[in-house]
T-cell receptor, first 112, second 117 residues
């Protein structure tokens, strides 16, 4: 089955700096890669996703890049704000199966 | 759109009790819903895939007789934790996709925090 590794497990940045979280996956058949933000005790919320037919996608301060050859994808958050502090999860899905396999999560702390 | 409602949000009960958790898609039909379990400071682990009108598909290591899943309609899936014990205490979350087919975003319910005394 799919295995998704995520790092770092914790990340602290100063407000206004950029944050980068990286994930690798094992199943070359995986073709859908979402990122979720989860605040303490709340539901995971989809913040951005990318499909295997594109290499990069951007939505305001958030961007995701995908390298299918190397089987890794990354989340980039620019101009970080304190409200960006949360746990971020990457995930991968082999399309026909639809199930998501999640990474272990990254606790992002943005220091004011 | 794509609102997933989960109920209850908190359950505290005695060991040996069975607990039912409901997951509803409020503004769309979901032929497939997913149930996850999340222990404190850990990731989401898929427990089972719930398919409307058929048996759920359980992940390896998840006891199907302990975690009963029923998906009787296109908007409702239920997870029943039978004879719950303290080790079953966890955060249970369901999700559903707005559209059928592959590579569709999954939207999560608010989760149910289950505490077994």
């Amino acid at each position: 089955g799919e295995n998704v590794e995520q790092h770092p497990s914790t990340l602290s940045v100063q407000e206004g700096d950029s944050a980068v979280i990286k994930c690798t996956y094992s199943d070359s058949a995986s073709n859908y890669f979402p990122w979720y933000k989860q605040e303490l005790g709340k539901r995971p919320q989809l913040i951005i996703d990318i499909r295997s037919n594109v290499g990069e996608k951007k939505d305001q301060r958030i961007a995701v890049t995908l390298n299918k050859t190397a089987k890794h994808f990354s989340l980039h958050i620019t101009e970080t704000q304190p409200e960006d502090s949360a746990v971020y999860f990457c995930a991968a899905s082999e399309g026909s199966a639809r199930q998501l396999t999640f990474g272990s999560g990254t606790q992002l702390t943005v220091l004011p | 759109g794509a609102v997933v409602s989960q109920h209850p949000s908190w359950v505290i009960c005695k060991s040996g009790t069975s607990v039912k958790i409901e997951c509803r898609s409020l503004d769309f039909q979901a032929t497939t819903m997913f149930w996850y379990r999340q222990f404190p400071k850990q990731s989401l682990m898929l427990m089972a895939t719930s398919n409307e009108g058929s048996k759920a598909t359980y992940e390896q290591g998840v006891e199907k007789d302990k975690f009963l899943i029923n998906h009787a309609s296109l908007t409702l899936s239920t997870l029943t934790v039978t004879s719950a014990h303290p080790e079953d205490s966890s955060f249970y979350i369901c999700s559903a996709s707005l559209a059928a087919g592959p590579n569709q975003p999954q939207h999560f319910g608010d989760g149910t925090r289950l505490s077994i005394l």
